[in-house]
Structures are given as structure tokens and as C-alpha cells.
């Protein structure tokens, strides 16, 4: 026992003489405290400026989704019939006198559009693109200790319209201040790669930049550990080097990682770098870079495959809005629509049709998603008035530059999209433009194919096409083509890059079910819609450019040299509300509704997309006696369904040849449906729909019962309006208000409905077809939160729920 004491004692001693390596680099969070206020402020970057009358806020904040909506705005309903404008941001901050010889500078993620930045009245510049990240060095311009700085930032959307879809306005993605000492790692300053991996072993190259600010030479030494996921170091390299003043300088590092775990969408394993500088002795820099370690391939006649394994491509598109938060970039909101596409067994996100918010990357390597991210959806010929082609000579490379170097280290990235349906495949002037902007993408990273969605697929058409320049070739919609592709474009490696444009307006059925098969049955014919711009949500309307999913997905399932495929989209987006004018704003293109709520055609993609056993019925049961019902039912794990009316076999069913669904013609009566699938005769799952009486109490579904008091944490309420027995109403359009206390505010309201014109920053809103959601955002208060909802509509109705906070 002595000794073993004595070994602890010394044990303790050298633990206490090992210095203890503290993180240098100063990251702090920039998002609160701002004042804004719309319209034109030049004045506001005077020191002396009072903006004590303006609105005090915290980032991200996207000023365009408070709005009205109105056919009026010059945003149009394609813009999302929200106003746009002009407006200023004007923050107050001091730092400590310690900071002084520091190298201090400020990073936004995303300001749209725009953007002017001045700190204590000097200019610092303009960022025109709006999905663009960019930072600015504060250094020679700020004050230490108690003298104030202030910094302020001129945003203008007022140009209109300069987007096809919804794009928000303001600051609406997050902003930091970092500190370093004078020799630091640059902005998005490491690139890694792994050129060579199997099962075995892997080789990983780093590229670290350093920038030296300082008036004398440096002599530094940089270690790079590989960590596990586990946060155990698994490999180390050193490099030791000199750096002139006032210079940047590129050290190459490698590393042998023996048997990797491969990055995969079932298991995204994430390792990571942890980067340290010194200058002599001293630590002066910290940075960490992600590392997934994985290999992929794409082939002309096998398609796509993953550490070799073939892997389909089951993708979605989508947009940057997250519905009732407008443009606001939450991770947490980015979080629930990527497990809402997991769950469908969605394996790929193209980002379209712009630069994403960091935090979805983040997520997609965390998640396990293979991600096409796309750079433009216009180069130098316009698409609306006064979108990016205004800006495209003096803006593209710098922006094409910025957008692969703060992405390429992402493991999910595998494929960079230089533009979506660009007008210049139909000239030549799309070859010379193709060529440079894939020798900019190359010039800073050749491990990821380049691609470009492509509508043209007449191969002397495309000039885009014709440039060679492309590693793989994205082509949008007409999916009946696809068979001649292999003998149009030889040895070509392709991806449906964009498909599907069916329209369904969730919990809504028109009888027949194949009433309508188009929109419109031609180009430029009218849509003979709804009275109450709505939509089927059978699978049987889509646009006249595109196809069904059922259609679309039957193609791409059996052609194995198409890499996979993109549906337009995974979620309705704010905007282009085809087909309907206004009081329509949203799309109805979403496989899900733009509150988060599933439509039905959701399943038939879980069916086939994953292992999970499903058996989804629709429509809901509650018609006119007699009348005609089609009843169909997405399944799978199962041989045959059987199904029932009030307990009466209608029959049992599978499906043939190359079917999605089977279905039956029900002549309506109360009660119930139920489906029975079945495997070597043994029950997989049973479900069951009643015919729903009146609202009689709501039921509220919270995502999550536990909630971070960060001033940023979400949590999704879904309300459902239910009958006596506890079935869902599916005509209720209850008005539904609620109040919330404690560590909470509401952030958004929604129903899913195409055309409701009501505030998403209510504090009530209508069901739509039995639903409606509210969204609850911490207020950083550490106190539970109270959420009541109530209805005064069919008798008073009223449900609580409780968050915890930590």
C-alpha cells in the first residue's frame, strides 16, 4: 500500500508539471444584441449615432418572413409574395485591452444580399451574393477596453425581383469574431484529403495556410493530430518551417491511419484534425478540420458506388428556407428536415440552387448524407430581372473560390454543381465559361466529380455539354429519355440531378383518384385546378416537364448506369407556387409540406427505399354514403394485403410487375378501413383508419421533451385536432391559439397549406385537414416551458404541454 501510494503522489506531480494546452484561438458567437431597422441609415455608421429607437434583435434574423403577404410586394408570389427592402444592423461591442495585438476579425455565414459592412465608420466591403460566406478583418480599426466599437451593416433586397423562389432578407445565417495571434491559420485555412483508402489503411494529406501579420520573420512548428471518434490521437505529424512578415505560406502534412472506419451513410464515422501552431515554444494557434475517411466512384455503366459497395443515389432537393423561420438558418431546423429525409430513406441532399448554411454540411457528415452542392442557378444570362447575372463579371470567381474552400473538407460533399439549368447550354458561349469554372473548382479541389444540371439532352444542342469539361453530367426531368442515353453519351457518368415535379397538397383527395394527370396537359394550356388552390395528394399531378414519383422512380430503379436521383423536392419551399396564382405562395412540389407534416406519397418512398416494414393506407375515411372511394395502400416485407371495410374482406392484393401500390374502388361507408399485409401468410402489420366524428379535444405532440436554455434550441409542437375516440379530424380547420411561459417564445406557426396567407410570427393559426404546428425557441431563461393550446371553435377545447429546460 505504500508504494502504491508513492507512485500516486508522483503520479500527481507529473500530471501537475505537464502544462495543461488550453485552446488560443478566441471563437465567440456574434449573434446577439443587434439593432435593425428596415430602410436606408447611412448615418448609422457614425459612432455618435443613436439607435437606441431601433428594434433590438438577435442573429440569425430574417426581416422578410415578419411580413404581410401581398400579391403587391415586387417579390411576386414566385418570390414568395413577402416584402424584401433595404435595412440596417447596428451592433455595440467592447473587447478587452488583452485583445489589442491580436488579429481580430468578423465572419458571416450568409447576408442576403447586398452586403455592406463598416467597423467604427471604416468601410470594409460589399458582398453582392447572398448565399455567399465571407469574413472581414477587423484589426486596424478597433478599440480595447472600455472605449465602445460599432459595427454596422447595410443589407439591400431591394432589387426585384432577383430570385425564382423565396429568399429572405437580412443577416440570416450566423455570425462569429475570432481572435488569433499575429501567426494564425487562415480563414477556411486547412484542405484535407485521403488519396488512397481501403479496409487496410489510409493515407491523409493536410494543407495547412498559414498567415503571418506580424513586421519579422517567423519560425514555427505545426502539429497535426488524427483523432477518433472516440477522442483518442490514432496518428501525429510535425512540421517545421519559416514564414516571412506579412505573408501567407501552404505546409503539406500526411499521416497513415491503419484500418479506418469508412464513412458511410449507415455509419457516418467522423474523425477529426486538431491542428496546433507554434512559435518557438509558445502555442499561438488552434483549428480543427473534419475527416471522414471514405472513397466513391462514379461509373459510366454501374452507376454510383461507396467504398465500393454500389449505393443508388435516393436524393432529395432542396431549399434554404425552413419554412415558418423564413431564410433563418437554425441548425436545430436544418436537424429535424435532414431526420424527416432519413426517415424516408432518403440517402442524398442536392443543394439547390445556391451555396448551403455551414450547419447543414455539418449535419450531412454527422447524418450520413451524400451531398451535391450547386454554386449558381445563373451565370452570365438572366433568368428574372435582376438576379446574379448583374453581378457575375466581377463577383463569379471570387464567390465559386470562397464556396469550395469553406466546403471541401466536408466527407458528405462528392460532388460540385456548377449551375442549374444555366441558358448558356443552349450557346457556345456555355463552352468557354463550362471550361473556366471547372478549372476554378479544380484549382482547389480534385478529388470531387463537377457537375451541372442540364435540361438540354441532345448532345449537338448542349454546349455546356460540348465543353468536355464535366466529370459527370446531371440532366433534370424528361426521365423517358434515359434509355437512349447510353448511346447519346458514350461512356458518360450520369445522374438524374433533377426529377419527378408532382403536386399534392397534404390530407386532401380529388375522386378519381386519376382525375388529373398533369399540369397543365400541355405547355401553356390552363390548369383546371381546385377553387381552393389544392391539389390531389394521390400520386397522379405533376407538371407538364416532369412526371409522378411512382413514373419517375420506376425508370431510375431499373437503368443501373443512372447514378441515382434528385426529386424535386424533399420539402415545399416558400415561392415559386406552380400551379396556382396568388393567394398561393408556397410549392406544392415537397414529398413533405412545408410545416414538416408527410404527404402520402412519403411512404411510398419508405417502402422502397428502406428495410423498415410499412403499410400506409390512404385517403382518410370520411366521405358521402355510396360514393366511390379509391383506396390505395404502399407496402412492403409482405407477399400480399388484404382489406377490410366494417370487417368485410374486400379482397386481397399484391403488387405486379413493377407496381408501387395496389388499390381497390370502395364504395364509401362509416366505420372502418383496414389493411392486412402479409408474408408466407403471417401478419407483418395491420392499420386502420375510422370515420372521425366532430373535434371534440387536440392532441400535442412535442419533437422533444428536453430543451437547451441557449437562446437558440427549437422544439416542434404538432397539434392535432381529434375526435371523441381519439381519431384525427381530417376536415378540422379549427382556429388554434396558443400561449407560451417560461424559458420559451413562439418563433413560427404553420398548417402545411399552399395558400394560407396568415402570419407564420402568430400566435394562432387555423388547422388545415386536422393539423397545425408551433414553434417554440428557447429565450435562454433556465425555466420550463408552458405551452397552452386552445380552441373556442365545436366547444372549448384546451391542451397543455410542458418542455423541461437544461
Given at each position: 500500500?505504500?508504494?502504491?501510494?508513492?507512485?500516486?503522489?508522483?503520479?500527481?506531480?507529473?500530471?501537475?508539471?505537464?502544462?495543461?494546452?488550453?485552446?488560443?484561438?478566441?471563437?465567440?458567437?456574434?449573434?446577439?444584441?443587434?439593432?435593425?431597422?428596415?430602410?436606408?441609415?447611412?448615418?448609422?455608421?457614425?459612432?455618435?449615432?443613436?439607435?437606441?429607437?431601433?428594434?433590438?434583435?438577435?442573429?440569425?434574423?430574417?426581416?422578410?418572413?415578419?411580413?404581410?403577404?401581398?400579391?403587391?410586394?415586387?417579390?411576386?408570389?414566385?418570390?414568395?409574395?413577402?416584402?424584401?427592402?433595404?435595412?440596417?444592423?447596428?451592433?455595440?461591442?467592447?473587447?478587452?485591452?488583452?485583445?489589442?495585438?491580436?488579429?481580430?476579425?468578423?465572419?458571416?455565414?450568409?447576408?442576403?444580399?447586398?452586403?455592406?459592412?463598416?467597423?467604427?465608420?471604416?468601410?470594409?466591403?460589399?458582398?453582392?451574393?447572398?448565399?455567399?460566406?465571407?469574413?472581414?478583418?477587423?484589426?486596424?480599426?478597433?478599440?480595447?477596453?472600455?472605449?465602445?466599437?460599432?459595427?454596422?451593416?447595410?443589407?439591400?433586397?431591394?432589387?426585384?425581383?432577383?430570385?425564382?423562389?423565396?429568399?429572405?432578407?437580412?443577416?440570416?445565417?450566423?455570425?462569429?469574431?475570432?481572435?488569433?495571434?499575429?501567426?494564425?491559420?487562415?480563414?477556411?485555412?486547412?484542405?484535407?484529403?485521403?488519396?488512397?483508402?481501403?479496409?487496410?489503411?489510409?493515407?491523409?494529406?493536410?494543407?495547412?495556410?498559414?498567415?503571418?501579420?506580424?513586421?519579422?520573420?517567423?519560425?514555427?512548428?505545426?502539429?497535426?493530430?488524427?483523432?477518433?471518434?472516440?477522442?483518442?490521437?490514432?496518428?501525429?505529424?510535425?512540421?517545421?518551417?519559416?514564414?516571412?512578415?506579412?505573408?501567407?505560406?501552404?505546409?503539406?502534412?500526411?499521416?497513415?491511419?491503419?484500418?479506418?472506419?469508412?464513412?458511410?451513410?449507415?455509419?457516418?464515422?467522423?474523425?477529426?484534425?486538431?491542428?496546433?501552431?507554434?512559435?518557438?515554444?509558445?502555442?499561438?494557434?488552434?483549428?480543427?478540420?473534419?475527416?471522414?475517411?471514405?472513397?466513391?466512384?462514379?461509373?459510366?455503366?454501374?452507376?454510383?458506388?461507396?467504398?465500393?459497395?454500389?449505393?443508388?443515389?435516393?436524393?432529395?432537393?432542396?431549399?434554404?428556407?425552413?419554412?415558418?423561420?423564413?431564410?433563418?438558418?437554425?441548425?436545430?431546423?436544418?436537424?429535424?428536415?435532414?431526420?424527416?429525409?432519413?426517415?424516408?430513406?432518403?440517402?442524398?441532399?442536392?443543394?439547390?440552387?445556391?451555396?448551403?448554411?455551414?450547419?447543414?454540411?455539418?449535419?450531412?457528415?454527422?447524418?450520413?448524407?451524400?451531398?451535391?452542392?450547386?454554386?449558381?442557378?445563373?451565370?452570365?444570362?438572366?433568368?428574372?430581372?435582376?438576379?446574379?447575372?448583374?453581378?457575375?463579371?466581377?463577383?463569379?470567381?471570387?464567390?465559386?473560390?470562397?464556396?469550395?474552400?469553406?466546403?471541401?473538407?466536408?466527407?458528405?460533399?462528392?460532388?460540385?454543381?456548377?449551375?442549374?439549368?444555366?441558358?448558356?447550354?443552349?450557346?457556345?458561349?456555355?463552352?468557354?465559361?463550362?471550361?473556366?469554372?471547372?478549372?476554378?473548382?479544380?484549382?482547389?479541389?480534385?478529388?470531387?466529380?463537377?457537375?451541372?444540371?442540364?435540361?438540354?439532352?441532345?448532345?449537338?444542342?448542349?454546349?455546356?455539354?460540348?465543353?468536355?469539361?464535366?466529370?459527370?453530367?446531371?440532366?433534370?426531368?424528361?426521365?423517358?429519355?434515359?434509355?437512349?442515353?447510353?448511346?447519346?453519351?458514350?461512356?458518360?457518368?450520369?445522374?438524374?440531378?433533377?426529377?419527378?415535379?408532382?403536386?399534392?397538397?397534404?390530407?386532401?383527395?380529388?375522386?378519381?383518384?386519376?382525375?388529373?394527370?398533369?399540369?397543365?396537359?400541355?405547355?401553356?394550356?390552363?390548369?383546371?385546378?381546385?377553387?381552393?388552390?389544392?391539389?390531389?395528394?394521390?400520386?397522379?399531378?405533376?407538371?407538364?416537364?416532369?412526371?409522378?414519383?411512382?413514373?419517375?422512380?420506376?425508370t431510375v430503379k431499373k437503368l443501373n448506369f443512372i447514378s441515382g436521383m434528385f426529386i424535386w423536392t424533399g420539402f415545399d419551399y416558400l415561392g415559386e407556387p406552380i400551379p396556382y396564382p396568388y393567394p398561393a405562395r408556397s410549392s406544392y412540389f415537397g414529398v413533405v409540406d412545408l410545416a414538416?407534416?408527410?404527404?402520402?406519397?412519403?411512404?411510398?418512398?419508405?417502402?422502397?427505399?428502406?428495410?423498415?416494414?410499412?403499410?400506409?393506407?390512404?385517403?382518410?375515411?370520411?366521405?358521402?354514403?355510396?360514393?366511390?372511394?379509391?383506396?390505395?395502400?404502399?407496402?412492403?416485407?409482405?407477399?400480399?394485403?388484404?382489406?377490410?371495410?366494417?370487417?368485410?374482406?374486400?379482397?386481397?392484393?399484391?403488387?405486379?410487375?413493377?407496381?408501387?401500390?395496389?388499390?381497390?374502388?370502395?364504395?364509401?361507408?362509416?366505420?372502418?378501413?383496414?389493411?392486412?399485409?402479409?408474408?408466407?401468410?403471417?401478419?407483418?402489420?395491420?392499420?386502420?383508419?375510422?370515420?372521425?366524428?366532430?373535434?371534440?379535444?387536440?392532441?400535442?405532440?412535442?419533437?422533444?421533451?428536453?430543451?437547451?436554455?441557449?437562446?437558440?434550441?427549437?422544439?416542434?409542437?404538432?397539434?392535432?385536432?381529434?375526435?371523441?375516440?381519439?381519431?384525427?379530424?381530417?376536415?378540422?380547420?379549427?382556429?388554434?391559439?396558443?400561449?407560451?411561459?417560461?424559458?420559451?417564445?413562439?418563433?413560427?406557426?404553420?398548417?402545411?397549406?399552399?395558400?394560407?396567407?396568415?402570419?407564420?410570427?402568430?400566435?394562432?393559426?387555423?388547422?388545415?385537414?386536422?393539423?397545425?404546428?408551433?414553434?417554440?425557441?428557447?429565450?435562454?431563461?433556465?425555466?420550463?416551458?408552458?405551452?397552452?393550446?386552445?380552441?373556442?371553435?365545436?366547444?372549448?377545447?384546451?391542451?397543455?404541454?410542458?418542455?423541461?429546460?437544461?
Open positions: 500500500m505504500k508504494y502504491i501510494g508513492l507512485l500516486i503522489g508522483l503520479l500527481l506531480v507529473v500530471m501537475a508539471c505537464k502544462p495543461i494546452q488550453k485552446d488560443i484561438r478566441i471563437v465567440e458567437d456574434f449573434n446577439f444584441n443587434w439593432n435593425f431597422k428596415l430602410g436606408d441609415h447611412p448615418e448609422a455608421i457614425q459612432e455618435n449615432f443613436n439607435a437606441s429607437e431601433w428594434q433590438n434583435l438577435d442573429l440569425p434574423h430574417d426581416w422578410s418572413i415578419e411580413g404581410a403577404f401581398s400579391e403587391d410586394h415586387p417579390t411576386k408570389p414566385e418570390g414568395g409574395a413577402l416584402p424584401a427592402g433595404l435595412g440596417w444592423y447596428r451592433k455595440t461591442f467592447s473587447l478587452p485591452i488583452n485583445w489589442k495585438n491580436k488579429q481580430v476579425s468578423v465572419e458571416f455565414d450568409g447576408v442576403y444580399r447586398n452586403s455592406e459592412v463598416w467597423i467604427n465608420g471604416h468601410y470594409l466591403g460589399k458582398r453582392p451574393y447572398g448565399y455567399i460566406s465571407f469574413a472581414y478583418d477587423l484589426s486596424n480599426f478597433l478599440k480595447f477596453g472600455e472605449e465602445k466599437n460599432i459595427i454596422s451593416v447595410k443589407v439591400d433586397n431591394s432589387e426585384q425581383p432577383n430570385s425564382r423562389w423565396y429568399t429572405g432578407s437580412g443577416i440570416y445565417r450566423n455570425v462569429r469574431l475570432v481572435a488569433t495571434e499575429k501567426l494564425h491559420i487562415t480563414h477556411w485555412g486547412t484542405y484535407v484529403t485521403t488519396p488512397k483508402v481501403s479496409k487496410e489503411k489510409a493515407s491523409v494529406n493536410l494543407e495547412v495556410t498559414l498567415q503571418n501579420d506580424a513586421n519579422s520573420s517567423k519560425t514555427y512548428k505545426i502539429v497535426s493530430t488524427i483523432l477518433n471518434a472516440e477522442m483518442l490521437e490514432i496518428a501525429q505529424t510535425t512540421s517545421e518551417e519559416t514564414i516571412n512578415k506579412n505573408t501567407s505560406k501552404v505546409t503539406s502534412q500526411t499521416f497513415e491511419v491503419l484500418n479506418p472506419t469508412l464513412w458511410n451513410i449507415e455509419k457516418p464515422y467522423l474523425y477529426k484534425i486538431k491542428t496546433t501552431v507554434f512559435e518557438n515554444s509558445k502555442l499561438v494557434d488552434n483549428y480543427e478540420t473534419p475527416l471522414g475517411i471514405r472513397y466513391f466512384n462514379f461509373d459510366s455503366e454501374k452507376g454510383f458506388s461507396l467504398n465500393g459497395v454500389p449505393t443508388k443515389i435516393h436524393g432529395v432537393c432542396l431549399h434554404h428556407d425552413n419554412g415558418a423561420l423564413g431564410a433563418v438558418a437554425n441548425y436545430h431546423a436544418i436537424k429535424r428536415k435532414l431526420q424527416i429525409m432519413k426517415d424516408m430513406g432518403v440517402n442524398a441532399i442536392r443543394v439547390s440552387h445556391n451555396p448551403s448554411s455551414v450547419e447543414l454540411l455539418q449535419l450531412c457528415d454527422a447524418m450520413g448524407f451524400i451531398v451535391q452542392t450547386e454554386a449558381f442557378d445563373v451565370w452570365k444570362k438572366k433568368k428574372v430581372k435582376a438576379d446574379y447575372n448583374l453581378e457575375w463579371d466581377a463577383w463569379h470567381k471570387k464567390d465559386l473560390e470562397d464556396f469550395v474552400k469553406r466546403d471541401r473538407n466536408h466527407p458528405s460533399v462528392m460532388m460540385w454543381s456548377i449551375g442549374n439549368e444555366i441558358r448558356e447550354q443552349f450557346d457556345s458561349t456555355g463552352v468557354a465559361i463550362t471550361k473556366n469554372l471547372v478549372a476554378i473548382v479544380k484549382s482547389l479541389d480534385k478529388t470531387r466529380p463537377v457537375t451541372c444540371a442540364l435540361t438540354e439532352n441532345v448532345p449537338e444542342k448542349n454546349f455546356i455539354y460540348q465543353s468536355g469539361a464535366l466529370d459527370v453530367l446531371g440532366f433534370n426531368y424528361k426521365h423517358k429519355d434515359y434509355y437512349d442515353f447510353p448511346e447519346k453519351f458514350k461512356g458518360e457518368k450520369i445522374i438524374a440531378s433533377e426529377s419527378v415535379s408532382a403536386l399534392e397538397t397534404r390530407g386532401h383527395y380529388d375522386m378519381p383518384s386519376d382525375s388529373i394527370k398533369r399540369w397543365p396537359p400541355a405547355h401553356n394550356e390552363p390548369f383546371d385546378g381546385n377553387d381552393d388552390f389544392t391539389v390531389s395528394a394521390y400520386d397522379q399531378v405533376s407538371a407538364y416537364w416532369g412526371a409522378t414519383h411512382e413514373e419517375n422512380w420506376k414538416g407534416f408527410p404527404k402520402d406519397v412519403y411512404y411510398m418512398y419508405q417502402s422502397e427505399w428502406t428495410n423498415k416494414p410499412v403499410l400506409h393506407i390512404l385517403p382518410h375515411w370520411n366521405w358521402n354514403i355510396g360514393q366511390d372511394v379509391d383506396v390505395w395502400v404502399y407496402y412492403n416485407n409482405a407477399d400480399e394485403v388484404e382489406l377490410f371495410l366494417n370487417g368485410k374482406s374486400l379482397g386481397t392484393k399484391s403488387k405486379q410487375n413493377d407496381d408501387l401500390h395496389i388499390s381497390w374502388r370502395v364504395k364509401f361507408e362509416a366505420g372502418n378501413i383496414k389493411a392486412i399485409s402479409r408474408k408466407n401468410g403471417i401478419v407483418v402489420l395491420e392499420k386502420e383508419i375510422h370515420t372521425a366524428t366532430s373535434p371534440n379535444t387536440i392532441q400535442l405532440i412535442a419533437d422533444k421533451t428536453l430543451i437547451k436554455n441557449d437562446g437558440y434550441d427549437l422544439v416542434y409542437v404538432t397539434v392535432n385536432v381529434l375526435d371523441a375516440k381519439g381519431n384525427l379530424v381530417p376536415k378540422a380547420d379549427n382556429l388554434i391559439n396558443f400561449a407560451v411561459t417560461g424559458g420559451g417564445k413562439i418563433v413560427g406557426v404553420d398548417n402545411g397549406y399552399q395558400a394560407n396567407l396568415s402570419s407564420f410570427k402568430a400566435s394562432e393559426i387555423k388547422a388545415y385537414n386536422g393539423k397545425c404546428l408551433v414553434i417554440i425557441q428557447s429565450n435562454g431563461k433556465a425555466e420550463d416551458i408552458t405551452l397552452v393550446a386552445s380552441s373556442i371553435d365545436n366547444g372549448v377545447m384546451k391542451k397543455t404541454v410542458t418542455i423541461k429546460t437544461k
